[in-house]
């Protein structure tokens, strides 16, 4: 199955999603579309991911709960509502996709103990 992500990036942003490391660090002004740019890279590699148990675990991490709420929920609602089979959970923050992925919001200020043993691809 095709899926098409409505997104197009910014030159800067495209440059950034070309970048196959794990870990990046994105030092940009503000509106310069951090927030879309980790959520739609977050989404691909959720519809990407192959594993043998098909439950890829994959988060979007704020200073606060209420800031991931704030700042990422709108888009990853938006990002995901074309996509078929898409299940999403409003009281957890968390859309299931339909390859068994998961991506839910997480406050790393709130509780960080929380955050321990989630396996995160």
């Not at 991490?61 to 709420?69: E, F």
Request: glycine share 6%; proline share 5%.
């Amino acid at each position: 199955m095709h899926i098409t992500i409505p997104y197009t990036p910014r030159p800067q942003q495209a440059d950034l999603h070309k970048n196959n490391k794990r870990f990046k660090i994105c030092v940009s002004h503000r509106r310069w579309g951090k927030s879309v740019y980790a959520i739609t890279e977050i989404l691909r590699h959720a519809l990407e991911i192959k594993t043998e148990r098909n439950d890829g675990r994959f988060a979007y991490i704020a200073p606060y709960y209420r800031q991931a709420k704030a700042v990422a929920w709108d888009y990853l609602l938006y990002y995901t509502k074309d996509i078929p089979g898409t299940k999403v959970n409003q009281s957890e923050l968390r859309v299931d996709l339909i390859n068994g992925s998961r991506i839910r919001l997480y406050g790393a200020g709130d509780d960080p103990d929380a955050l321990r043993g989630i396996f995160f691809v």
